[in-house]
């Protein structure tokens, strides 16, 4: 059973940075790809960032240039730094797992961006 823990969310200025963590029971390695997504009050659930096991990442078109996905596999943990922080940044952010063609959830973590 993969089990993934977040960390770093919090309330933060708009313009400010934070950094999420995310922290994977078992090797990352073992995973297809890993991902953030976020979710807003009222709001369907948005892929935020992606990264396959061979590095390659992507991103919603509103982070991109803002946001980075990046993986430490020696920690068994993916990142999303984000800069430059948005009041509609403000959601639930929620770690992502793909494996075998099966997706696990973390429990998620709050941002709020103040104006």
């Known amino acids: 059973q993969v089990q993934l823990m977040e960390s770093g969310g919090g309330l933060v200025q708009a313009g400010g940075s934070l950094r999420l963590s995310c922290a994977a029971s078992?090797?990352?390695?073992?995973?297809?790809?890993m991902a953030w997504y976020r979710q807003a009050p009222g709001k369907q659930r948005e892929r935020v960032a992606r990264?396959?096991?061979?590095?390659?990442?992507d991103y919603t078109d509103s982070v991109k240039g803002r946001f980075t996905i990046s993986t430490d596999n020696a920690k068994n943990t993916v990142y999303l730094q984000m800069n430059t922080l948005k009041p509609e940044d403000t959601a639930v952010y929620y770690c992502?797992?793909?494996?075998?063609?099966?997706?696990?959830w973390g429990q998620g973590t709050q941002v709020t961006v103040s104006s």
């Open positions: 992502y797992a793909e494996k075998n063609w099966l997706g696990y």
């Open positions: 078992g090797s990352i390695f073992s995973f297809n790809a």
């Open positions: 990264i396959t096991s061979s590095g390659s990442a």
